[in-house]
């Protein structure tokens, strides 16, 4: 079934079904607060608060008698909007009967699978209705029902045809005039009344036909819910909406509270074990430092008793001794000078370079479910594994920028993941010591340093690399800048008077020249290469350097001519 199916039966279902019993209305009556129910549900209900009358306040019933004094007024709570609403003294036979509940009831019976059986006789299948008794007839009892004096005037319509129409459209029928179609409107009264209660009860009112005031009174109520009521249930609409995005913003809220709780738990649980992994690197550097001091104490022990040795032997000791000792004070001193122990100043952990630092933005993983960030960093850079790469570095063009890469390593050779290393690169001509060339130094905070330089001069550079005032491996290396190419501003051709066009005032760069005014070179004449040469410099390689200008002062008089470019 579509869901729009069900959501038109569960509608249905809705009309047609009391929600204290849960079954079919049974005599409805609507509650003041326009909800319908049983009559015999709104009996049970139970009292909410019961008040007495006075007799000038006692009200009237529909057919103008006053109803009982004694009688205290019961107040009850409805099932479905829990107002307060007050049940007439004489209960809820008194309430107005919902005949639309009545006639949805009717319409389901009639749509249900199965036939309906007779009322009357409980045997044959009921083909008709009666409106007024309303009872399902079949045939027989149908045709007795007309026959009967009480019953001939009843209305009797057939079960198919109601069923067809969809919706059922019941005579209302008069409650003290069985049988008498409700079709005047009493005005003093404000209600619907038969004939015979308009020639009897009423016979002093004005009663006119219902279709002359329905247009009236309809309209009041189409007023009240078109001007009134719906303009008020799109307000509180967007009241609720309102409320909703209140709701909704609440729990957000509420939500980032128990994520930012979750996620602090999560960070100070990272700053203990950030702590923790500390004080490790602390003992295990503590450690390392004891080891180095013993072996720099007993270093300086063996160094200091060997010169002491030596230098007692030179000064107290005579040439026969001095001789004679010479052998084993050699070998003793040569060993101590080659393998006395000589702490590398890069590796070496003091309180400014011990390798341990704090990177705040490195990823760290996930602590509890959240991703964090700082790590413990105890590399210690190591000047004898850094490397400098990039060919910048070996070779230059006078006035092109230059690229190299220095990367810092550990002892292990992995490069090191973090930067804020102190680094300095200068660049100063070996022969010119006062031409230096300006640097650059950019930190990646990976571990590398990119380096830039423009020289201004060609020739031989010294190129010093240093980390914490200290050269690297291979540093100072040696840089070779090139001379710029000078590139031919003029074309390569055979000679100026065909380049142009014959044009006379076209120059060239060789020393040719021609008869008749022609200031360029020409074929065949005096001073032509005898070959396609460039017009700028007259040389006669195509892929060549432009020569300057003292060459060609000193090939052509003409000095530097070029030729004109068509």
């Known amino acids: 079934m579509s869901q729009g199916a069900v959501n038109a039966a569960n509608s249905s279902q809705k009309k047609t079904v009391c929600n204290v019993c849960k079954r079919l209305y049974r005599d409805p009556k609507i509650l003041p607060c326009l909800h319908t129910f049983c009559s015999d549900c709104i009996g049970q209900l139970e009292p909410f608060s019961v008040s007495s009358r006075s007799r000038r306040n006692v009200p009237e019933n529909s057919r103008g008698e006053a109803l009982e004094e004694d009688r205290p007024t019961v107040t009850v709570l409805c099932p479905d909007c829990d107002t307060e609403v007050d049940i007439p003294p004489s209960g809820p036979g008194g309430l107005t009967t919902d005949h639309l509940a009545l006639d ?53 319509q057939c079960l198919e ?15 003290l005039h069985p049988g008498q179609e409700l079709r005047l409107f009493c005005q003093p009264c404000d209600l619907p009344v038969c004939l015979e209660c308009a020639a009897t009860l009423h016979r002093d009112h004005h009663c006119c036909p219902t279709h002359d005031v329905i247009d009236r009174h309809g309209d009041r109520i189409r007023e009240l819910v078109t001007v009134r009521l719906r303009p008020c249930m799109e307000r509180l609409k967007d009241s609720l909406q309102k409320e909703a995005l209140q709701a909704r913003v609440d729990a957000t809220a509420n939500e980032v509270r128990v994520f930012a709780r979750a996620y602090a738990s999560a960070v100070e649980a990272h700053c203990l074990s950030l702590l923790h992994r500390l004080e490790e690197l602390r003992v295990q550097r503590r450690n390392q430092l004891h080891l180095q001091r013993a072996q720099l104490q007993q270093a300086l022990l063996d160094v200091g008793g060997g010169v002491e040795f030596a230098e007692r032997l030179l000064s107290c000791g005579s040439d026969a001794e001095i001789l004679s000792a010479k052998g084993v004070t050699l070998r003793r001193l040569t060993s101590l000078a080659k393998n006395s122990y000589d ?3 890069a590796t070496v952990a003091t309180d400014d370079s011990s390798g341990i630092s704090f990177m705040a933005r490195e990823p760290a ?14 590399k210690t850079v190591d000047l004898s594994k850094c490397t400098v790469e990039g060919e910048g570095l070996q070779r230059g063009v006078e006035g092109q920028q230059g690229h190299f890469t220095l990367v ?42 990119g380096v830039s330089y423009t020289p201004k001069e060609p020739g031989t550079y010294s190129v010093w690399v240093c980390v914490k005032a200290q050269h690297v491996k291979g540093s100072p290396f040696l840089l070779n800048v090139k001379r710029k190419l000078r590139r031919h501003s003029g074309m390569f051709h055979c000679c100026s008077f065909c380049s142009s066009g014959g044009a006379k005032e076209a120059r060239c760069g060789c020393a040719g020249t021609m008869p008749g005014g022609f200031k360029g070179c020409g074929h065949g004449h005096k001073g032509h290469p005898g070959k396609p040469h460039w017009s700028c410099c007259g040389s006669t390689a195509e892929q060549s350097e432009c020569l300057p200008q003292s060459v060609l002062a000193a090939v052509s008089p003409r000095g530097h001519l070029r030729t004109v470019e068509l």
């Open 104 to 156: 949805d009831v009717f319409l389901e019976t009639l749509v249900t699978d199965g036939p309906l059986g007779c009322d009357l006789c409980g045997e044959g299948d009921a083909k008709s209705r009666c409106d007024v008794c309303c009872v399902n007839l079949c045939e027989f009892c149908c045709q007795a029902h007309r026959r009967q004096k009480r019953t001939t005037s009843h209305p009797v």
């Open 365 to 378: 993983g996930d602590v509890e479910g959240y991703p964090v960030v700082g790590v413990i960093n105890s």
């Open 161 to 175: 045809e109601l069923k067809s129409r969809g919706r059922l459209c019941r005579p209302v029928l008069c409650s």
């Open 408 to 449: 810092c390593r550990d002892s292990a050779g992995e490069q090191v993941a973090r930067g804020g290393e102190h680094v300095l690169v200068s660049i100063v001509h070996k022969e010119k010591k006062n031409c230096t060339v300006e640097t650059t130094v950019v930190d990646n905070s990976d571990g590398s340093y």
């Open 343 to 345: 702490p590398n100043p």
